[in-house]
């Protein structure tokens, strides 16, 4: 099987989600890394790329250009790009590569705007192509498993959904003023929200994902914690899904002590399951009236869902560059042309999205009960 | 130092709460359990005083009975009693032992509704006797620790506190009509409130007893995630405390697979703090920008508040009774005249009843901001 | 039912174990305090027993004085004695207690010698007076929840049992000249041994205690990791049992960052157990092939064994000093005449220093085999 | 930089082994999958080296064919081999790459014999060649973190050091006949030893690498606990090391619930580390005297060698494929000319396949304490 080839926007030199991806997409041989525009600066980016094998006439200056360049290749061109620019440009690179043919795998948030996120998804149905979102915690094996069971029924119908992402890595207000701490929490930079769009989002994708459900309505209350900032850096939402699943979700930036802490509880109607992205490879499960049980990713009988997404065995411990790697697995699956239901879509990327406006609108009104749905999906 | 008499209104054969009470008052050997009535039938009640121990002729059929036996013998009566019958009557009863010069340990809620509460206060105001409320796990070393660390600086103003209270022995919907379970979910036997008043209220108590603030203003959100309970089972409380701080309260008695589940975590400006009922005898510390610390009870150089509720050495656990002993040693010492900020006060009593009653009205109206202190403390 | 009279002898003011022992022998109103010969200094120990609520006439001067004391009254005397006095001296005073005809419960360990527990074994059948040990540890309701478990041969014939009980509280070199350090690597002081005869022996005794079967022979290494230490501060000890379980037991006393450190694992045909002493409520089971699951004290269908000692609900957490007080009820109630097969017995108490010995030879000798037991038990 | 040539001998399809390595070589574009011998067969092992991507005239029958083949193509070669075969063809191969010029990293165990440990060795000093063993879980970054501690003296002189690697998945005697399993309990195929030789050996290893010292003698004790198994399942190995460090191994395959079970424990003069392999992204510091500490993986202020050792920032956890993947990251800047004193050489696997065979010596012979070191090395 021939690999397929893949590039990328942005991730430059000394960032820290080009190698995640780069590690992501080469770790299981089913891309090469044929084509990028690594930096905003042209000649910096078109030197990067080349000394990462990059050949140099696919070494590019910016994503116009890599556009221009891939679309004259015809077949022998990338199949895959993956948009990882600062979140203001994801939505116009993304609508350029997919209106002309390309797949591609966007950092989230794949758009700033409810409007933009609307269009990309009209875009991916008229278009065909693959549009996936980097949700990429739904990709380790054992969130796999906790969807499949509740898609197979084994809690029941479920009944509420908590979770957390909430970390302290901004809560020292001596360092809120450094650069690359303050740009989360100002408009201008980051739009209409701080932690809830750059955490919290996973949160709620994440309870949409395992639940297989989506958020119809909800009530925010945000708060500055450090009063420096005009973005929230903890958020508490409250939410109902469309089957009636009440949701709970709370994240924070300046939970001193907890280092990712992104938990997700699911509570149905015969069983709970709980799952701690810090230890990622267990999946905690009670029946009702039963005992606690960790289910260890490797064990036997785990769904294939997520059995084909380990790659060693039982307590192995696998980590998050490996789940991004998923990702990109999922991705050329289906480019392939195979079916791949758990790829987080360009809808959820508009969905989770509108979450963060509706969210931060109902905040500002006392915590309004809003429709948390981008109006397309009402 | 001769020992303090001691009597029990309520825990009568049978009840958990009983034993629970009669090993926390008993395991220090600072009272004699001298009186009570311990059952609403009188004789079963006569009956089973007598076999605990209590002389005939303090067995008592019921409280007005044990309040004229008592009363009667003046100098040698009750020097504390223990209001420990169905919450709808702890108002009556509590009230009537400290009008008639006793001083009342009320389990909790300690009233049913909000100007009872304040009744409350206002008569332990007039009567100079002491009236705590059974706020026992504030008696655990550690949260004494907490709640010291908290005034002494160590992590700065408090920015957030989030906590929660959920278990999931109420999650069997086959089982909800079990009488021992209904009875919680039943605005006739529970009043205002399921959940939120039986554990939520622990929670929101702990927050302000470690923050040493009341809570101003809050917003809630009620579910009844087993649709044929008319009370919640499932609440969100976002609140403000009077410093500023934000509040996170989460209580659910269908989190399947959570056991107890009471659980908080307290951050500042320069430290986070985290506490589990399950091990109770860790105090989970970070400093801004510093390593997670494990704090042990027992260790060397906690603050005095902690140290001496300590019996045995450092990792020799102490549970829940010994955290109800906590509360009678001071209950003992404040009688005999010393002074003790860290138990918990009718007022505190009041504060939580009333904050439970006005989620309940923010919940109806959409999550709407509301006042949370009683009429009286506003 | 009538309190039973409760008696100490050592635990005077200042001491850990006369509160464990008080709170223990009080906690369920089981037993009055009502004799005792509390400190090496007569006065001393007569005005603190006075203090405590023991009648001036039996606060006794010393443990012979309380003996003559006790003796005289007949019916009305201590129906159990606590030997709670420095080691060199269990032996004697509960001999002459047991001859007597009293009821003894001692402190680990119950002799210094092989000879001597040999002495008591036989004394106890002579007499069929209760002789019990403290090992305490046994107590904890998911102990006596594993070795039912065992018994009824939920996990097979047992294989393997590993258990460790290290703690890291002697490992400051700057602090060995400690004199309550320093006694115990002083064979003046301490015997034959240091942290095998202080911890291990409890770790070595719980082994045999779940498995219900006896070590039969054993080979140690024994190491003064603080090199002016005379006996050791660490010790491995491989030993068989009866039944061909393979036995491995750890106990150091400078394990830093290891608290109390006392964990048990049991492995068999088709099972696994693991206990905690710091989470002494919960008991981790692994059936083979299958999930680990967590036991809570508390959950519904516990064997008898281990529910009738639970007090508060599931995930109240009991701690070190119920386990204590479990230790009186199971004395009570053999007092009174009920079988109680858990409690741990003057053979259990010369089996287990018999193995603190001939470890000690062992070691000598370079880990050599050799028989565990008591010359009377071969 | 160019791209180093890698090629696998074994680690066919099917293997784990294989896409352990593949995964672990590729993940950071140090190297291109060039040549490979991965099956016994050599049909199916040169067409499934092509499905991978490797050349048609680089895809070989067998290692012989590779050595020949890649040795005549001079500069153009494979720059690194990796050894993945049948524990008993690994001295050969390994022999004849390191002779011929080219650098070996070789799975665990190196060898089967002692003197075949000293052969290699040799030959690495005579060639000058690079031969790593491959105990990839020394590459965690914690563990790293770990050695550097020690070897900066922040525990001062380690006094002892506790290991155990013990999972329980050959637990199950109804599966003991499973030729997947029954293999590693027969001489025939195993040689001396079977959970020792199999993960033991890592045990041990890891050991010497923390401490940065070697094992010098040690006294072991063996059993089948599986009664049919010749070789033993369970193992107890005490030993000294050269610098004077006690330590202690514990390592089964009966374990039942044990998963993977590998935790180190390091005991120093002024402090303590834990490291348990199922959650390798953090490590336990106690200072004396001191609070427990959770350092993370990607925390400030970690020592290079940890640091450099980072893919994703802190509590992103890193799980075992990379760990693989930093073994050959030092092996690439170890071939390209960099120093890498923390890469496993071929003296360490030399030195622990011996401490093997001298422990089954030392367990026939009731514990004896032997020499543990290859002759060469005393």
């Given at each position: 099987m021939a690999k397929l080839q893949w590039g990328m926007i942005g991730g430059g030199e000394g960032s820290q989600i080009g190698p995640a991806h780069r590690l992501g997409a080469l770790a299981d041989g089913l891309f090469d890394f044929t084509a990028g525009a690594l930096d905003h600066r042209p000649e910096a980016g078109r030197e990067y790329g080349q000394r990462l094998g990059i050949?140099?006439?696919?070494?590019?200056?910016?994503?116009?250009?890599?556009?221009?360049?891939?679309?004259k290749r015809g077949d022998d061109a990338i199949d895959l790009v993956t948009v990882a620019t600062p979140n203001s440009t994801h939505f116009e690179i993304t609508?350029?590569?997919?209106?002309?043919?390309?797949?591609?795998?966007?950092?989230?948030?794949m758009t700033v705007t409810v409007e933009e996120g609307e269009e990309i998804v009209k875009i991916v149905e008229k278009t065909g192509k693959i549009c996936a979102v980097n949700y990429c915690y739904t990709a380790y094996p054992m969130v796999r498993q906790a969807r499949a069971m509740v898609a197979n029924g084994e809690i029941g119908n479920v009944r509420c959904v908590v979770t957390e992402?909430?970390?302290?890595?901004?809560?020292?207000?001596?360092?809120?003023?450094?650069?690359?701490v303050r740009w989360r929490y100002d408009p201008a930079m980051a739009g209409v929200s701080g932690q809830f769009a750059d955490c919290g989002i996973h949160a709620l994708n994440m309870a949409t994902f395992i639940c297989n459900d989506e958020v119809e309505k909800l009530s925010a209350d945000f708060a500055s914690c450090i009063p420096s900032r005009e973005l929230e850096d903890d958020a508490m939402v409250n939410f109902r899904m469309s089957k009636g699943t009440v949701g709970r979700l709370w994240t924070s930036s300046v939970a001193i002590g907890r280092q990712h802490g992104f938990v997700i509880q699911v509570f149905g109607e015969t069983g709970g399951l709980k799952w701690f992205s810090e230890q990622p490879n267990q999946l905690i499960y009670t029946p009702v009236g039963?005992?606690?049980?960790?289910?260890?990713?490797?064990?036997?009988?785990?769904?294939?869902?997520?059995e084909r997404l380990q790659r060693v065995g039982i307590a192995h411990p696998e980590g998050f560059p490996l789940a991004v790697a998923n990702i990109y697995?999922?991705?050329a699956a289906a480019i392939r042309g195979e079916e791949r239901k758990d790829l987080p879509t360009a809808a959820a990327g508009a969905r989770s999205m509108a979450a963060v406006h509706y969210s931060v609108a109902?905040?500002?009104?006392?915590?309004?009960?809003?429709?948390?749905?981008?109006?397309?999906?009402?």
């Open positions: 050949a140099a006439d696919r070494s590019y200056g910016d994503w116009k250009e890599m556009l221009e360049g891939e679309k609508k350029a590569f997919l209106e002309a043919g390309f797949n591609v795998l966007c950092e989230k948030p992402f909430s970390h302290g890595h901004h809560g020292d207000a001596t360092d809120a003023e450094n650069p690359r039963g005992r606690t049980q960790i289910i260890e990713k490797g064990e036997g009988g785990l769904y294939p869902e997520a697995c999922d991705i109902s905040a500002k009104n006392g915590g309004e009960w809003v429709d948390a749905r981008p109006p397309m999906f009402r």
